[in-house]
């Protein structure tokens, strides 16, 4: 069979992609990349360290994401992502910005954080008040509130998981449970933290029940990332990819949740 017409395959654009060394959800990534753009995957060292602060802030060391980089040169991505939420929050809006530029000096590319492209995608969306979905302790729970709040956006209402392992694990229905618990009636959106953390499939569900935009770390990273392309993300009924898809203000009666003590709030699974 003559095969020579076909020219061999259509040109690709390539987003390289830095991930700390427990990420699990390459395949997620993908689904938001149109078919044109090829993602390169590179990740930091292991390090022995539970899901914490302190992991965050070794995962994100301007020569680790340096290296990282340089590893992701030889094939000429057009712009690089660093897909960690709390390793591009621990420091702050700052400390994501030195991250950026660490990143664009290896790479000689536009550079983008997970965390920072969550704040482009809250003005994006026109959001004041966000509600905020987490898997962290409690710790690492309240850095990315401070890194919210330093944005000067209001958190409406938070609820968090307790985890330091094992968070690719989670299941849908368990994303779902926590998000209606943390959505208060004033919510202009939801946030659903962490990378390592499904998403993808409950999106448009959660912003049919809502009635408000519901935006997560991996989302957030693509569309940021792909925009920096000039090109845009892809995914079903995603209000921040679909201005079409973008609804109005939370339904009343949206899953308030309580207000727990101080004590109660240390526990491994709780509010905020």
Same mark, same amino acid.
């Given at each position: 069979?003559?095969?020579?017409?076909?020219?061999?395959?259509?040109?690709?654009?390539?987003?390289?992609?830095?991930?700390?060394?427990?990420?699990?959800?390459?395949?997620?990534?993908?689904?938001?990349?149109?078919?044109?753009?090829?993602?390169?995957?590179?990740?930091?060292?292991?390090?022995?360290?539970? =899901?914490? !602060? #302190?992991?965050? +802030?070794?995962?994100?060391?301007?020569?680790?994401?340096?290296?990282?980089? &340089?590893? @992701?040169? $030889?094939?000429?991505?057009?712009?690089?992502?660093?897909?960690?939420?709390?390793?591009?929050?621990?420091?702050?809006?700052?400390?994501?910005?030195?991250?950026?530029?660490?990143?664009?000096?290896?790479?000689?590319?536009?550079?983008?954080?997970?965390?920072?492209?969550?704040?482009?995608?809250? =003005?994006? !969306? #026109?959001?004041? +008040?966000?509600?905020?979905?987490?898997?962290?302790?409690?710790?690492?729970? &309240?850095? @990315?509130? $401070?890194?919210?709040?330093?944005?000067?956006?209001?958190?409406?209402?938070?609820?968090?998981?307790?985890?330091?392992?094992?968070?690719?694990?989670?299941?849908?229905?368990?994303?779902?449970?926590?998000?209606?618990?943390?959505?208060?009636?004033?919510?202009?959106?939801?946030?659903?933290?962490?990378?390592? !953390?499904?998403?993808?499939?409950?999106?448009?569900?959660?912003?049919?029940?809502?009635?408000?935009?519901?935006?997560?770390?991996?989302?957030?990273?693509?569309?940021?990332?792909?925009?920096?392309?000039?090109?845009?993300?892809?995914?079903?009924?995603?209000?921040?990819?679909?201005?079409?898809?973008?609804?109005?203000?939370?339904?009343?009666?949206?899953?308030?949740?309580?207000?727990?003590?101080?004590?109660?709030?240390?526990?491994?699974?709780?509010?905020?």
């Amino acid at each position: 069979m003559d095969v020579s017409f076909l020219g061999g395959p259509s040109p690709q654009r390539g987003v390289g992609v830095v991930a700390p060394f427990d990420f699990a959800l390459d395949r997620e990534l993908w689904r938001w990349v149109p078919d044109e753009v090829s993602l390169h995957m590179t990740r930091t060292p292991f390090v022995p360290v539970e =899901v914490s !602060l #302190d992991l965050a +802030r070794l995962v994100s060391e301007h020569e680790t994401l340096s290296e990282a980089v &340089r590893t @992701l040169n $030889a094939i000429a991505p057009e712009v690089v992502a660093y897909a960690c939420t709390s390793g591009s929050f621990v420091g702050g809006m700052m400390g994501e910005r030195a991250m950026c530029e660490a990143m664009s000096r290896a790479g000689a590319v536009p550079a983008i954080t997970t965390s920072g492209a969550l704040l482009e995608a809250l =003005v994006e !969306l #026109d959001v004041r +008040r966000v509600a905020l979905v987490t898997p962290y302790t409690v710790s690492v729970t &309240r850095s @990315l509130e $401070a890194y919210v709040a330093q944005a000067g956006v209001t958190i409406s209402g938070c609820a968090f998981m307790g985890l330091t392992r094992h968070i690719w694990k989670v299941p849908y229905r368990e994303v779902v449970d926590m998000a209606r618990q943390a959505v208060r009636d004033d919510a202009d959106a939801l946030f659903i933290s962490c990378t390592n !953390l499904p998403t993808y499939d409950v999106i448009p569900q959660l912003e049919a029940e809502l009635r408000i935009p519901v935006i997560s770390a991996n989302q957030v990273t693509m569309w940021a990332a792909l925009r920096r392309l000039g090109t845009r993300a892809v995914g079903p009924y995603q209000a921040l990819i679909n201005p079409a898809a973008r609804s109005g203000p939370a339904v009343p009666g949206a899953h308030p949740g309580p207000v727990l003590p101080e004590e109660e709030q240390q526990q491994q699974e709780g509010w905020t």
